[in-house]
């Protein structure tokens, strides 16, 4: 609907596993983004690419690990995982003169047991 | 305002109404301030946004207010309907950043 898919739309893990999260956008944008949404917290930024070049970390322990392979594709790498990084993750793109006006997918609920 | 746990402040609406929902902010470096709605099992979706050397903006049956003085933000929401129940958060894009700083989040429930 919105021009950027995320995969899976649910995922458990244990704390000891390894997984990944997908984005993808359609939108031709540059620039991409992935966000924490827990119950807790207002919607958290954690990383940002422009042009396939990390430009931002904010301060996300390393048991995250980013990846942009190109324009249009963004990964969230998992590893080791605590149960208070239950939520839900969300991805953005933009054009990168225009990160006010963001296109986010519908998310990955995360469950970490 | 900020917004603690599940207990996001709620704004009750009747169908037909027009809805009023607040921000308060606090970094005046900010050079965008935008509105987004997020429905259930969705991302949010940006609604709208104003420039900080502006004060009045309006759109498809909504209007942003900001308030430099106070330093608040508000988005009106004319006739009210069913498919505007959501929970809306204002963000501010501060000067020469490359990133958004979301708020907590308001409920809106129409009612019909």
């Known amino acids: 609907e919105t021009g950027v898919t995320q995969t899976p739309r649910h995922l458990v893990m244990g704390m000891t596993n390894k997984k990944s999260l997908k984005c993808e956008q359609h939108?031709?944008?540059?620039?991409m983004y992935w966000y924490k949404q827990s119950a807790k917290k207002p919607l958290e930024l954690m990383f940002v690419y422009n042009f396939k070049e990390q430009t931002e970390n904010n301060s996300v322990p390393s048991r995250f690990s980013p990846e942009c392979p190109n324009s249009s594709h963004l990964f969230l790498h998992l590893h080791t995982l605590q149960p208070e990084d239950s939520a839900l993750y969300l991805c953005a793109s933009s054009h990168a003169d225009r990160i006010n006006e963001q296109f986010f997918g519908p998310g990955t609920r995360l469950t970490v047991l | 305002g900020e917004s603690v746990g599940l207990h996001l402040p709620t704004l009750s609406v009747q169908e037909g109404d027009n809805s009023i929902i607040n921000c308060a902010y606090s970094n005046s470096a900010s050079d965008y301030f935008i509105w987004y709605k997020q429905e259930s099992g969705k991302g949010p979706q940006f609604i709208i946004d104003i420039r900080s050397n502006m004060d009045k903006r309006q759109g498809q049956r909504v209007t942003v207010l900001l308030n430099k003085t106070v330093k608040h933000l508000s988005l009106q929401i004319a006739a009210t309907q069913p498919g505007d129940s959501a929970v809306y958060f204002c963000?501010?894009?501060?000067?020469?950043?490359?990133?958004?700083?979301f708020g907590g989040g308001t409920r809106v429930l129409v009612k019909p």
């Open positions: 939108l031709g944008h540059n620039a």
């Open positions: 963000a501010e894009l501060k000067a020469a950043g490359n990133k958004l700083t």
